[in-house]
């Protein structure tokens, strides 16, 4: 059984929406009558292992966001935090927030995967708290070919990562401050930037309808997963 553990969770909300070629962020759009940010965020808020959130947007849309969490009666996020240039340093203004609260874990989430659910959220927790580095994942089910190298790859050993990552909150904290001190910027996630660390992530089974929502397209998928939860 887990021990009990402060845990917070960090959604990334900081895109701007310029791939959905308008002046709304994506994570502002509505999904099923409702913005999707909302939707990601009441899996975190019913979570009973989630003491807090900690949300990452861009400065402008601050007051849209308190709005809407007043309006849905989202109670756990403890503050707004601005975003960073990048996702990394995004997420690394929000670590930094969080030295004040020193959780035990922390949970970083994209804003835009709105099917998260309980499951993955309570999986991630617990198997940090065991192994200080986790990510969601799915298993490639396509052919893999890289043009340069004009080779297949070996499917078996490539995997499709998702969030929820979670970490043990010092360990990732610490990581993103060596990356500051050699002014790194572009890991794409926290399990890439510990990677360049030669600290492994653990991959656990994540969830196909588990999509991040980046354009258009995915916009139109999202909206026919609605309809199976």
Not at 54 to 80: D, F, G, M, S, T
Not at 84 to 93: F, K
Not at 186 to 203: G, K, M, N, Q, W
């Amino acid at each position: 059984m887990m021990a009990k553990q402060k845990i917070c969770a960090i959604i990334v909300a900081g895109g701007k929406g310029r791939r959905m070629e308008g002046n709304t962020p994506k994570q502002f759009m509505k999904l099923d009558n409702d913005p999707i940010i909302v939707k990601t965020l009441q899996f975190f808020e019913a979570s009973k292992m989630i003491n807090t959130i900690i949300l990452i947007l861009p400065k402008k849309w601050k007051k849209k966001a308190q709005y809407l969490l007043n309006k849905y009666r989202i109670k756990k996020v403890v503050a707004i935090v601005p975003a960073g240039r990048t996702r990394q340093s995004s997420v690394y203004n929000g670590l930094v927030f969080l030295k004040n609260l020193n959780p035990d874990i922390v949970v970083i989430h994209d804003a835009v995967r709105p099917f998260v659910t309980k499951t993955l959220i309570e999986a991630a927790c617990i198997n940090a708290a065991r192994f200080d580095a986790v990510s969601c994942s799915i298993p490639v089910r396509d052919a893999l070919y890289e043009k340069g190298r004009k080779q297949f790859l070996n499917r078996k050993n490539i995997v499709r990562v998702q969030t929820p990552q979670a970490f043990t909150f010092s360990l990732l904290l610490n990581a993103h401050t060596r990356a500051r001190k050699r002014k790194r910027w572009d890991f794409p996630d926290d399990s890439s930037l510990l990677l360049s660390y030669r600290i492994e992530t653990v991959f656990i089974n994540g969830d196909e309808r588990n999509i991040k929502i980046t354009d258009r397209e995915y916009l139109k998928l999202a909206r026919a997963i609605v309809q199976s939860f």
